[in-house]
């Protein structure tokens, strides 16, 4: 018996019957042999880590733009709260782990430089959402438009993270609640840091359900959705929580999201966006190779699109200086 086929095993005594089993996936899109060692799962985590487009989240908007500090969230420690939160809701019931760390790890690829204001940019020259463009980064873009080739639940979770939508399995839900919980709270304290915020701002209506600190009520929203789903084929929250948790949301869309202050920066992005792809759209040579390969297939709006949404926010910063930005004259280097 390989270590694979004994976690197979175990899976099926330990985990909850609600629970996507490994050996039960629906598969690849491309076929290959099982390993020894790691179950599909665990492989799909693997190849998100050790993936170009998971690297580059050090160095992209969370919520505040380009931060000058290495204490502010960046969409990459955004992502390794949202797999912790996950992984213990997965925990306490008896749902796939592997599963759900991959789907955690890998559904923010796809975001933009500059969060959600380089989204909205993009978004106003051609349809864009970031979480179809992770399915595009690790389908068609990584491992030099080869994509990962990740199994179907994996996909179905990273596709289906936003609230709105609904995974297929238990362990996609579990990433879909921990992203909400993971940003709000991560987001409270950068506000706090930022001075935009003081802990007594926060709504005492959601405050005295939730929690009147960052870990009680990331402890206190964890326990609600373990206790109100255990044993169930579905995962929620409380009636009270969820309603705390959407007025904590309206919150903070007024006071910090939309902040002028916080936000000040945002409205110099469509340009710096619009620009760049004006000019890769005259200049599709410059792509790189194993996106300039996909253009008959998907376009060149799109293919120009996968590229600026793969940009970090200093590279995308540099890239527009050096294109637009006047430079000194200097005569020697004229000769």
């Keep these: 018996m390989t270590i694979r086929e004994r976690i197979y095993k175990q899976e099926a005594l330990l985990l909850s019957p609600y629970a996507a089993k490994c050996e039960n996936t629906k598969g690849r899109l491309r076929p290959e042999e099982e390993g020894d060692l790691r179950t599909e799962y665990m492989r799909d985590r693997d190849r998100i880590i050790h993936c170009k487009a998971f690297r580059r989240m050090k160095d992209k908007t969370q919520v505040f733009l380009y931060p000058d500090s290495s204490h502010y969230r960046t969409r990459l420690t955004h992502t390794m709260e949202v797999s912790q939160i996950a992984r ?21 690829l796809g975001h933009t430089p500059f969060g959600h204001a380089g989204e ?7 349809p864009f959402s970031h979480n179809e463009q992770s399915i595009r980064v690790v389908t068609m873009i990584e491992k030099n438009g080869m994509g990962l080739n990740l199994t179907h639940e994996v996909l179905d979770g990273i596709l289906n993270h936003k609230k709105s939508l609904r995974p297929e399995t238990l362990e996609g839900m579990a990433v879909n609640f921990s992203d909400r919980i993971a940003y709000l709270n991560h987001d409270i304290d ?31 929203m964890i326990n609600d959705i373990v206790n109100v789903s255990e ?14 948790t959407e007025l904590l949301r309206d919150f903070m869309f007024s ?25 890769y759209m005259k200049n599709l040579s410059e792509l790189p190779n194993y996106i300039y390969r996909q253009i008959e297939k998907e ?18 910063i540099s890239r527009y200086a050096e294109l637009y930005v006047p430079k000194g004259w200097n005569p020697i280097q004229s000769l």
């Design 255 to 279: 006071e910090v999201y939309t902040n002028p202050y916080a936000k000040a920066e945002e409205k110099k992005v469509d340009g710096v966006i619009a620009h760049l792809f004006e000019y």
């Design 190 to 220: 950068d506000a706090i840091r930022a001075g935009i915020l003081k802990n007594e701002d926060l709504p005492k209506a959601c405050t005295e359900i939730l929690g009147e600190t960052h870990s009680r009520r990331i402890g206190n």
């Design 231 to 244: 044993g169930k084929n579905c995962l929620m929250q409380s009636d009270a929580f969820a309603r705390a």
């Design 120 to 126: 909205r940019a993009l978004d106003t020259i051609l």
């Design 88 to 108: 213990t809701i997965a925990k306490a019931l008896s749902l796939n782990e592997d599963l759900t760390e991959a789907i955690a790890l890998g559904h923010d």
């Design 299 to 316: 376009g060149k709006e799109r293919c120009v699109a996968d590229y600026i949404a793969g940009m970090t926010d200093a590279y995308i």
